[in-house]
């Protein structure tokens, strides 16, 4: 799993958008609100609905006279775009704070045999630890113990454990590849970009 193109693509959009500015606090609630809407493509957790199933196709409705008005099918998946959206966030997270280590994973970090299918405890937890990264102020003690325990101080280790669980998620809960996630990437970041030269 090759994070680096991902990594300097994200820095390089960072550096159009932020200008020098503290925008960390931002950043982790606009992470917040993506993989909220994350969750609400994923639709697992709407016990009050008929339909679970997550959204992996679009329809558009066409206003063309030719069609007569029907939808007609496109090649978008909103689940992975939001999930996309919210790894823009994670990389320019770990960029700002610069926790870019963090982000390498294992490859056993990610077996689907260590996935449970539980995707509401999972992105509750993902949560949880997204929010120790921002708020959790540690002791000096807690913060040694943790660097000698896991390589990392604790708020960094707190953002690894998020993303972990994030990928887990996506690749794991939801059967999205890392080549889908690096094209949906991509073509996310070509739309960032235009999005900034046009005053978005």
């Known amino acids: 799993m090759n994070l680096q193109n991902i990594i300097d693509a994200q820095k390089e959009l960072d550096a159009r958008i932020t200008q020098g500015k503290e925008l960390a606090p931002n950043t982790f609630l606009a992470l917040k609100v993506e993989l909220a809407e994350f969750a609400n493509e994923g639709r697992w957790f709407k016990h009050w609905s008929d339909n679970q199933e997550p959204r992996t196709k679009a329809d558009s409705i066409c206003g063309c006279i030719m069609c007569e008005h029907h939808s007609i099918p496109n090649d978008k998946n909103p689940a992975l775009e939001e999930f996309v959206d919210a790894v823009h966030f994670f990389v320019s997270i770990a960029n700002q704070k610069g926790w870019e280590d963090s982000l390498w994973v ?5 077996d689907p045999d260590e996935f449970n299918g539980d995707l509401t405890s999972w992105f509750l937890e993902m949560d949880y630890f997204l929010s120790m990264a921002y708020i959790r102020v540690f002791t000096e003690e807690e913060e040694a113990k943790c660097k000698d325990s896991f390589g990392y101080l604790n708020n960094e280790y707190c953002f690894r454990t998020a993303w972990i669980l994030f990928l887990n998620i996506g690749m794991n809960g939801f059967g999205f590849t890392w ?4 094209a949906a990437y991509f073509q996310k970041n070509k739309v960032n970009h235009k999005r900034q030269e046009s005053g978005y």
């Open 179 to 182: 080549e889908q996630i690096v």
């Open 106 to 110: 294992y490859e056993e970090q990610l």
